[in-house]
């Protein structure tokens, strides 16, 4: 069994560390030892918007453990007929560990997100996805395009 919440600024040690184990999964980050330089930059930068919430985080637990971590950021851009207000919204930092994969964690983390996204002016949402990862966002209404998926309404 397992809980979402949103994260708060209290998380951000333990966002950082999930963040790289999947920069290490990905083959973004090489070593076991992230170079300090990105450590801190990646603190730095939750720290300021998820306070200022120009990033988002959800986060599963259990047992007092965090087991996954989503995001999503606002971004602005010149508005279009079918996109009035311009804003969408892009999904990053998808991660479950390894021994909880499979329960429906990251499906509860993006239906976090679908919801609070709903609630604002953007009409888009996008991500990239990795080959293992596509059929969770397929069920949940994403289609694929050239480069990524999205869902709009």
């Given amino acids: 069994m397992f809980t ?11 966002l950082v560390q999930l963040r790289l ?4 999964e990905t083959g ?7 170079p300090p330089a990105l450590l801190e930059a990646t603190q730095t ?13 959800w986060i599963a637990e259990a047992d007092g453990e965090m087991i996954g971590i989503s995001g999503v950021v606002f ?11 311009g804003r969408e919204a892009y999904v990053m930092n998808m991660y479950t560990l390894p021994q909880w994969r499979g329960k429906g964690i990251a499906t509860a983390l993006l239906q976090e997100i679908l919801r609070f996204v709903k609630t604002t002016n953007a009409r888009r949402i996008w991500l990239r996805t990795t ?8 069920e949940n209404g994403f289609t694929p395009t050239k480069d990524e998926m999205e869902l709009v309404w």
């Fill in 4 to 14: 979402v919440r949103r994260a708060t600024l209290n998380d951000v040690d333990a």
């Fill in 21 to 24: 184990k999947l920069f290490q």
């Fill in 28 to 34: 973004e980050l090489q070593s076991d030892e992230p």
């Fill in 45 to 57: 930068y939750l720290r300021t918007h998820l306070l200022t919430e120009r990033f988002l985080s």
């Fill in 75 to 85: 971004l602005e851009k010149p508005p279009t007929q079918t996109h009035p207000s």
């Fill in 131 to 138: 080959a293992d990862g596509k059929h969770m966002y397929e």
